[in-house]
């Protein structure tokens, strides 16, 4: 037999699909061809092969091989074919059982001595192999990752040997074995002091997924809240963090199985691009959104972002999704993620202080408020001020805040009880489900419409004060909603008002 089929995967977004990597030997001068769309890594991957096979004394067969990699219009790159092309050739050239390949899906890149080198995307190749029947062999270095897909039958081996050992019979490979599974807690609220209004901002916004600004002066303890937040929110489902963790394994900045089920927590700095905040690049990654999926982005000095990147969020918000197009190509990632902004309330940052030290004119105030468009503006829920600090509450000896823990008990309880009236938090409700969920009585809808009328609210606006009023219900295990809920989710409105905010 002078043909030989390995089953493999391609990386495409969050896509494993399959590629029958064909061998075939023929007739004519010693030679190697590899067909199929294949990029600069996987062209040379042929000298890679030739010398790992011969370090593993196989015997290179000196025939015109040609290999093609179906289907021919997938684009294929990395080194993650090495290993299925080396297995082609062996089993076509006859020195591997042939009829061994069938069962299992192979992933890895040779070094020259035979190694096999850890590969990226192991973790949605490893899903669809589970979905196609199929066993896996990934490298040693894998192992951990592709053991994620509990349903998958995983092995790991170190080297080329080793899986021609096993094709044979002469030897077991290990079953990749998946870290322990624990819950790791996050940073705790206890650290926080003082910032009532925020901290109830901040439990507001774990309870029903809502998005979330901070405005407040430098040092005032912005960065602090934001990072919090992650331990005040549910743990992710297995489903929830298998889609996390297969967006980390095809970043290219690698995957730690041992976390893999804590939420993320993504925190770019304000001079990254557009691209690296939404995904690019010829080959499409994901970005800064994207690796925030089912966790918490959080975009700090936020004027301070150039106007483009910041644009780029709002349909993302809004759907959950992000399509990254190439003139060769597109990719779509999921990006369903929790927006925590925090900005300084003018440009020196002190508007408002009772010290009277802000040297900003209005407008200097307004020009740099404008650098954060209004639609933007208009898809984050909650817009809470962060005062300084009188330096009493920062005493050693002063009372710690509230832990974690115990706010994360009330914020489980009324996402619980979201589950069962809508079976998602109140931030994803939809028109329809908001009209049908968030009734009022007739005086709370007079007080809406005045607040809308007062503050120039769009519909979108209205809408967003409706889920957090229904959430702030839900916190206090209130079946309607009341005066009081409602009034305090109009009052999470803070940049809607005018003029400057007055942080005291």
Request: proline share 8%; charged share 25%; with cysteine.
């Amino acid at each position: 037999m002078n043909l030989a089929l390995v089953h493999s995967r391609a990386r495409t977004g969050v896509r494993a699909p399959e590629v029958r990597v064909e061998v075939h030997l023929g007739g004519g001068l010693p030679t190697m061809s590899i067909v199929g769309l294949p990029e600069a890594a996987v062209r040379e991957a042929k000298d890679r092969v030739r010398a790992a096979m011969q370090c593993a004394q196989f015997e290179f067969p000196q025939r015109r091989i040609t290999v093609n990699l179906a289907p021919a219009d997938l684009p294929k790159g990395g080194g993650r074919f090495d290993l299925p092309i080396a297995l082609g050739i062996l089993a076509a050239s006859g020195q591997i059982p042939l009829q061994a390949l069938g069962e299992y899906e192979f992933l890895g890149e040779l070094g020259l001595t035979g190694e096999l080198r850890v590969v990226d995307g192991v973790l949605p190749a490893a899903l669809a192999a589970a979905d196609a029947g199929r066993k896996l062999i990934v490298p040693a270095g894998n192992g951990a990752e592709a053991a994620l897909a509990s349903q998958v039958e995983a092995y790991t081996a170190r080297t080329l040997l080793e899986v021609c050992a096993m094709l044979t019979g002469s030897k077991t490979l290990p079953a990749a074995v998946a870290p322990a599974r624990t819950r790791t807690p996050g940073a705790d609220l206890r650290d926080v002091r003082g910032q009532a209004h925020a901290r109830r901002a901040l439990e507001v916004a774990a309870a029903g997924g809502h998005h979330l600004l901070l405005i407040g002066p430098p040092g005032c303890g912005k960065s602090l809240l934001a990072s919090r937040l992650p331990g005040l929110l549910p743990d992710a489902s297995e489903e929830e963090a298998l889609e996390s963790a297969a967006i980390a394994s095809i970043s290219g900045r690698g995957l730690d199985p041992a976390s893999w089920l804590a939420r993320p927590f993504r925190a770019p700095h304000h001079t990254a691009s557009a691209v690296a905040l939404v995904g690019g690049g010829a080959d499409p990654r994901p970005g800064e959104i994207s690796l925030a999926h089912h966790g918490v982005l959080f975009l700090d000095e936020l004027p301070e972002w150039e106007r483009r990147a910041l644009e780029v969020l709002r349909e993302p918000l809004e759907s959950g999704v992000v399509t990254v197009s190439r003139a060769a190509r597109s990719a779509e990632f999921p990006a369903r993620f929790q927006l925590v902004a925090a900005m300084n309330p003018c440009p020196c940052g002190w508007a408002g202080d009772p010290s009277g030290r802000c040297t900003c004119s209005p407008d200097a105030v307004r020009r740099y408020r404008g650098r954060v468009s209004g639609p933007l503006m208009d898809r984050i829920d909650l817009h809470v001020e962060v005062p300084r600090l009188p330096p009493s509450e920062l005493r050693p000896d002063a009372p710690d805040g509230e832990p974690s823990e115990d706010v994360r008990r009330r914020v489980l309880h009324a996402r619980r009880l979201q589950d069962t009236r809508a079976g998602k938090p109140n931030a994803r409700l939809s028109q329809a489900e908001t009209n049908a969920t968030c009734r009022l009585s007739n005086g709370d809808h007079a007080l809406l419409e005045r607040a809308v009328e007062q503050l120039q609210l769009s519909a979108r606006s209205m809408h967003r004060i409706l889920r957090v009023a229904r959430t702030v219900a839900d916190l206090a295990d209130s079946p309607q909603i009341r005066t009081s809920h409602l009034s305090e989710a109009i009052g999470y409105r803070r940049l809607d008002r005018t003029p400057a905010p007055a942080i005291a």
